[in-house]
């Protein structure tokens, strides 16, 4: 059984930064990889980052490349978003998920990934 909690959520100004953390039990680390999605109001859940395992590399929404960056601990079990150059539209509650398989090209659906955390909340003031 997999668990994920997340943390580091916060209310933070635009510009300012954040470091997620998705702390995972069980056997998240033995499955495809993790990756980070978020859900705004009045909004459909999209895809943030995605990280694979066995140096598959790492995968980034086009709204967040080159300000987020996704990287895990093996010793710590932990998966990090290191959020940088926030803006308002990032708002919203951030959830890390366990991937289900390993598909590079369904990397940005939801449907790839089959074990949630609780969700961790984000709020960008402009």
């Known amino acids: 059984q997999v668990q994920l909690v997340e943390s580091g959520g916060g209310l933070v100004q635009a510009g300012g930064s954040l470091r997620l953390s998705c702390a995972a039990s069980g056997r998240a680390f033995n499955n495809y990889g993790l990756g980070w999605l978020r859900h705004a109001p009045g909004k459909e859940r999209e895809f943030v980052a995605a990280i694979v395992w066995g140096g598959a590399g790492t995968y980034y929404a086009d709204s967040v490349k080159g300000r987020f960056t996704i990287s895990r601990d093996n010793a710590k079990n932990t998966v990090y978003l290191q959020m940088d150059g926030l803006k308002p539209e990032d708002t919203g509650v951030y959830y890390c998920?366990?991937?289900?398989?390993?598909?590079?090209?369904?990397?940005?659906?939801?449907?790839?990934?089959?074990?949630w955390g609780q969700g961790t909340q984000v709020t960008v003031s402009s």
């Open positions: 998920a366990v991937q289900s398989r390993y598909s590079i090209a369904l990397i940005a659906s939801s449907n790839l990934y089959n074990a």
